[in-house]
């Protein structure tokens, strides 16, 4: 079976700080995968996603950045947080086959002081 | 790109309640998803259901693609239905691949003893 992991669950950071959040999938080999935020109240929105190992696409313009070193891995990062990176982050992966659902991870809560 | 609302965007019900959540949008998709965000944050799989009609224990779904809407209804509703509901969907066609989903801004139910 797939599952998907994301950590760490909670992070407060100050503003001005590195971030580097970091989503792994198992059961699955070559997924597509998505990185989501959702500020407070609801709303999800796509940051970015990769349909491969070294493939992101943006899209949204910000302060952040992704990266996909391995098959299975999905890391989200900045260089200096602001104070509008507070939010909740979401992975997911595409299932490969029929039908093609989106399936997310727990999630990180990060809040920037 | 496309517009995806939902309604209604609150809704408090007595447990025993029916209900029917409603997603519209703006263009034709070739995905469409209903989740459920629990308390905690995960989101949850309720269906894949792009057309026709779905059923899950107290649960279905219908999509009409045709004209753009989907509706989630919920019966014999109970206190852990709480959360916030919400319809997602991947546009037609859309240049670039990826499978993106587009998020509407959610229903939040709160089931009452």
């Known amino acids: 079976s797939q599952t998907i992991h994301q950590w760490p669950a909670t992070l407060v950071q100050p503003v001005g700080s590195p971030l580097s959040l970091e989503c792994t999938v198992e059961?699955?080999?070559?997924?597509?995968l998505y990185w989501y935020r959702q500020a407070a109240g609801r709303g999800l929105q796509l940051l970015f996603y990769?349909?491969?190992?070294?493939?992101i696409s943006s899209e949204v313009p910000q302060n952040l950045s992704a990266s996909r070193p391995q098959d299975r891995q999905f890391i989200l990062s900045s260089k200096k947080l602001l104070l509008s990176d507070s939010g909740f982050y979401l992975c997911?992966?595409?299932?490969?086959?029929?039908?093609?659902?989106?399936?997310f991870g727990p999630g990180t809560r990060l809040t920037v002081t | 790109g496309i517009q995806v609302e939902q309604s209604p965007p609150d809704l408090i019900l007595q447990e025993g309640a029916n209900s029917t959540l409603r997603c519209n949008f703006s263009?034709?998709?070739?995905?469409l998803q209903w989740f459920h965000q629990n308390p905690w944050g995960q989101l949850i799989n309720l269906f894949y259901i792009p057309s026709g009609t779905k059923q899950n224990g107290r649960l279905s779904a219908t999509t009409v693609a045709t004209e753009r809407y989907s509706l989630l209804y919920i019966s014999s509703s109970q206190t852990t239905d709480s959360g916030v509901y919400f319809c997602a969907v991947n546009e037609w066609g859309l240049t670039g691949g990826g499978n993106k989903l587009t998020f509407g801004t959610g229903t939040q139910l709160k089931v009452e003893l």
């Open positions: 059961g699955t080999s070559n997924p597509n």
């Open positions: 263009d034709s998709v070739n995905n």
């Open positions: 990769s349909v491969g190992i070294g493939q």
């Open positions: 997911a992966y595409l299932r490969s086959w029929d039908p093609y659902e989106q399936y």
